[in-house]
């Protein structure tokens, strides 16, 4: 009988080591993300992240999802999408009566949130072809003996024969 008593407190203590090493501390959830613990308690405290239990200690300890969850909310705002517009996704996921009216709502915001993507990813080509420009035209002035400024480069004939400049020429003239 007390060997069948050891052996059901072994297994426990090693159910319980074994479910704890798949438990993260915060400070681990931020170095898996990337991010300080401040935003992992923030995505917390905004019902975008659980946590899984409490440690002996009173510390909060997370599944990996956590992490790759705030991992993934910073993809997003790194891409331009704000928090209040990931919340929405994350809320209709996880509240939405049914499966159905869930993914209803789901596919709604990020289908809103691939056209902000789409328009940004416009956006920046244009930037790029507006930035290519101006290199073709800065190297133009490569050589130049006279002393930059506004009133001499716009009399410059590399300037003056344009029609327009590139934003980026326009923006340091």
Request: charged fraction near 30%; include cysteine.
């Given at each position: ?7 059901i ?10 479910n ?41 300890l997370f ?17 331009g999408l ?46 790029k072809a ?10 133009q ?30 923006a340091?003239?």
């Amino acid at each position: 009988k007390e060997i069948d008593n050891y052996v059901i407190v072994r297994f426990t203590f090693l159910m319980l080591t074994a479910n704890e090493k798949e438990l993260l501390k915060i400070g681990e959830v931020a170095a898996r993300a990337g991010v300080t613990v401040r935003t992992v308690r923030y995505y917390l405290e905004r019902g975008l992240i659980r946590e899984a239990d409490r440690s002996p200690g009173g510390f909060y300890l997370f599944t990996p999802d956590a992490a790759e969850t705030v991992f993934y909310i910073q993809k997003l705002k790194e891409a331009g999408l704000a928090l209040r517009d990931i919340e929405a996704v994350y809320r209709a996921r996880h509240q939405g009566p049914t499966g159905d009216r869930a993914a209803s709502e789901v596919e709604r915001h990020l289908r809103r949130e691939k056209e902000v993507l789409e328009q940004r990813v416009r956006d920046y080509q244009r930037l790029k072809a507006e930035v290519e420009e101006a290199l073709e035209l800065v190297a133009q002035c490569r050589g130049c003996e006279m002393r930059p400024s506004r009133e001499t480069c716009l009399s410059c004939g590399v300037f003056a024969a344009r029609e327009r400049l590139p934003l980026p020429i326009q923006a340091i003239l």
